[in-house]
């Protein structure tokens, strides 16, 4: 369902090129569950970025659901982000003035679906993370825990063919981090959705079927990049 081609990105700063990522490649078959692990600056996020087509990679080719998404139309690549694919980041970005079940119900805005079964849709996708009785409550009101648990909901109410996770649970302690990252994959098992999430935590790599390595950008299936012949 994703396939990267020699993806490569350069930044610009000053006239310093930095290369983000070099020739990465990668094929993710639908439902796959993959760990992306690697050290700071090795081009983890930036890679999420080109899957999720956030950004444009300088070199490449990127095909999502047999799209090659940076042939097509700025409309067609933002409906199907906006139709398929769901984020989870490391900071939650609520919007500070909505309830929870405003911020969930945001990604349906594009859908055409009346007010009534956007705030059921969402308060749907509230429960599913255990949230049912936080659905009027503000961020401030909650805990960091429980607005990661409203960025997962936020993130599945579209019913995603996939999930980018840019380290979820970097900002929680270990204990929620956990629950956090049953909670995906719990969600994924239902919902039928590809999950690629980048972690540091070993525990939540290992609870990943498929594991990568991202090193000076670009990634290497995991352990055969520890130099391990097993797979
Ligand atoms: N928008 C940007 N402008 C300039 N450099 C960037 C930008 N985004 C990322 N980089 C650089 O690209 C490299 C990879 O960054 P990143 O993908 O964020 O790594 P990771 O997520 O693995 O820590 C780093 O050297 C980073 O400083
Ligand atoms: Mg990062």
Redo the contacts with the bound molecule.
């Keep these: 369902m994703i396939q990267l081609q020699d993806v490569s990105r350069t930044?610009f700063?000053g006239s310093t090129e930095?290369h983000?990522l070099r020739g990465a490649s990668l094929h993710v078959r639908a439902r796959e569950v993959i760990a992306i692990q690697?050290?700071?600056?090795?081009?983890?996020?930036?890679?999420l970025c080109m899957v999720g087509t956030l950004d444009r990679p300088t070199s490449g080719t990127i095909i999502i659901d047999g799209i090659n998404v940076w042939n097509v139309s700025d409309q067609k690549r933002s409906y199907l982000r906006a139709r398929t694919i769901g984020f989870v980041f490391q900071s939650y970005n609520l919007i500070p003035e909505l309830p929870a079940w405003k911020n969930v119900a945001l990604p349906l805005r594009y859908g055409g679906i009346a007010l009534g079964a956007r705030k059921r849709r969402a308060i749907d996708a509230l429960a599913a993370v255990g949230l049912e009785d936080r659905v009027h409550h503000l961020p401030s009101q909650l805990s960091g825990g429980e607005e990661q648990r409203v960025a997962i909901a936020r993130s599945m109410v579209i019913h995603p063919h996939l999930l980018l996770a840019?380290e979820p649970t970097g900002n929680l302690d270990s204990q929620t981090g956990s629950q956090i990252i049953e909670q995906i994959l719990t969600l994924s098992e239902s919902g039928r959705t590809t999950i690629l999430v980048?972690t540091h935590d070993p525990k939540v790599a290992n609870r990943c079927a498929r594991r990568l390595q991202?090193l000076d950008?670009q990634l290497h299936e995991y352990p055969t990049a520890l130099g391990s012949s097993e797979r």
């Design positions: 930044f700063r930095i983000a690697g050290p700071s600056g090795s081009g983890k996020t930036t890679l840019d980048v991202m950008g």
